[in-house]
């Protein structure tokens, strides 16, 4: 079987005009452009990187919604395997902020058990009716633990950006390893056993 570093899919999530794609732009090349609209390309968009995880390769993959935001436009393949949802919204526009748990539906019910992290991009701007600091503690609040971190960001000046994702590379990869202990010690299955005769095995022992 071919191993490598573990490959965990990130998606990009939120209203249109949040800024999903100037994320993964930075993700991808690490640019900014002021343009907006639709990709002018067909289709999903991913892009593949290599963080440092306590020494270890972890590699994320990004992938944007190619213009089309709605589960219902998007499509099951979109959330299909997800490990992670980056839940954007725009810090100077708050209705991009109170329509989340509309996306936050949308993950749950199309990519099961993905994490789900918020991500309040556009930090550099400044304004009357932003979202601010309450906001965000009361929708946390209300999330309970649905989410797995918080960040705010600026892609127009690069804040927070590559620290946003390492450190989501570090907690997806810390609930991996924890998941793989929890089976080790459970011991489900050793290797080169079938479910089948690790049952065996165990009614043999006790009877
Ligand atoms: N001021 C500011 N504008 C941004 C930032 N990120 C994106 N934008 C602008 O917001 C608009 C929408 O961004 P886009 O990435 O196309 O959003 P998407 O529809 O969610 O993919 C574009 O004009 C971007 O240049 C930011 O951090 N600060
Ligand atoms: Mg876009």
């Not at 839940?87 to 748990?101: E, G, V, W």
Request: aromatic share 8%; with cysteine; net charge neutral.
């Amino acid at each position: 079987m071919a191993t490598g570093p573990p490959n965990y899919k990130i998606i990009l999530c939120g209203e249109y005009g949040v800024g999903k794609s100037s994320i993964f732009r930075r993700f991808m090349n690490n640019t900014f452009t002021v343009e907006s609209g639709k990709k002018s390309t067909v289709g999903l968009d991913q892009s593949v990187r290599t963080f440092d995880v306590h020494g270890q390769d972890v590699k994320l993959t990004l992938w944007d919604t190619g213009g089309m935001e709605r589960m219902s436009f998007i499509g099951s393949s979109y959330y299909r395997g997800a490990n992670a949802a980056l839940l954007c919204y725009s810090i100077k526009n708050k209705d991009t902020f109170t329509i989340l748990s509309q996306y936050i539906l949308d993950i749950v019910m199309n990519a099961e058990g993905a994490k789900i992290f918020l991500c309040g991009n556009m930090a550099d701007a400044e304004g009357e009716d932003m979202v601010n600091e309450t906001d965000i503690e009361n929708f946390t609040r209300e999330c309970g633990n649905v989410l797995s971190g918080t960040y705010k960001i600026s892609c127009k000046d690069n804040e927070g950006v590559t620290e946003m994702f390492r450190d989501m590379a570090s907690v997806l990869h810390a609930e991996q390893i924890g998941r793989m202990t929890l089976r080790k010690s459970l011991n489900v299955i050793k290797p080169g056993e079938t479910p089948e005769n690790n049952m065996n095995d165990a009614k043999k022992k006790c009877c």
